[in-house]
């Protein structure tokens, strides 16, 4: 948890200097500092990346909510629930990273979405059971980050050691 955090806080830190200077549409050209044999073409497309290979995504903040569940089976339920609704939403292709947080401020966790239609991410999110029972609530940030996170869940597969 904690290496992806990081690397978030990275992405986190570095992209508002590339967003002031990124167009918000895919281009075919690469940038003049990348490699050209280092850039994908096809892959840039597919992941409406543009010069600077960002995109735009909805980033979900989720808070703690109003209600919390109290411990047991429920509450356990409910979290099972969460966690499938966020593996349907991530083959659909609409959910392409989440995570949680450290709790600090309320803060638990967080989504990106890849749409821009703040409604489809409000409808999504409003599927969730953790959202549902009042155990989180939701606050939705348009954010332009890395077109590679597109492939974040085709690669994370890749990482899930099998049960013996």
Same mark, same amino acid.
């Given at each position: #948890?904690?290496?992806?955090?990081?690397?978030?806080?990275?992405?986190?830190?570095?992209?508002?200097?590339?967003?002031?200077?990124?167009?918000?549409?895919?281009?075919?050209?690469?940038?003049?500092?990348?490699?050209?044999?280092?850039?994908?073409?096809?892959?840039?497309?597919?992941?409406?990346?543009?010069?600077?290979?960002?995109?735009?995504?909805?980033?979900?903040?989720?808070?703690?909510?109003?209600?919390?569940?109290?411990?047991?089976?429920?509450?356990?339920?409910?979290?099972?629930?969460?966690?499938?609704?966020?593996?349907?939403?991530?083959?659909?292709?609409?959910?392409?990273?989440?995570?949680?947080?450290?709790?600090?401020?309320?803060?638990?966790?967080?989504?990106?979405?890849?749409?821009?239609?703040?409604?489809?991410?409000?409808?999504?999110?409003?599927?969730?059971?953790?959202?549902?029972?009042?155990? #989180?609530?939701?606050?939705?940030?348009?954010?332009?980050?890395?077109?590679?996170? #597109?492939?974040?869940?085709?690669?994370?597969?890749?990482?899930?050691?099998?049960?013996?």
């Amino acid at each position: #948890m904690k290496p992806t955090a990081s690397l978030l806080t990275l992405l986190c830190a570095a992209l508002p200097a590339l967003a002031q200077q990124a167009p918000t549409t895919a281009t075919p050209a690469a940038p003049a500092s990348a490699p050209a044999a280092l850039y994908d073409a096809a892959k840039a497309q597919a992941w409406g990346a543009n010069d600077l290979g960002l995109r735009a995504y909805t980033l979900v903040l989720l808070k703690t909510g109003p209600k919390r569940m109290p411990d047991g089976p429920e509450r356990d339920a409910m979290f099972k629930g969460h966690f499938a609704n966020m593996q349907r939403l991530a083959r659909e292709g609409l959910l392409v990273y989440a995570g949680p947080l450290d709790g600090q401020q309320d803060l638990r966790g967080l989504f990106i979405f890849a749409t821009t239609d703040l409604e489809a991410a409000r409808k999504a999110i409003d599927t969730d059971p953790v959202v549902i029972n009042g155990e #989180m609530v939701a606050e939705l940030h348009k954010h332009l980050g890395s077109a590679a996170l #597109m492939g974040v869940n085709e690669q994370h597969v890749r990482l899930i050691r099998p049960k013996p």
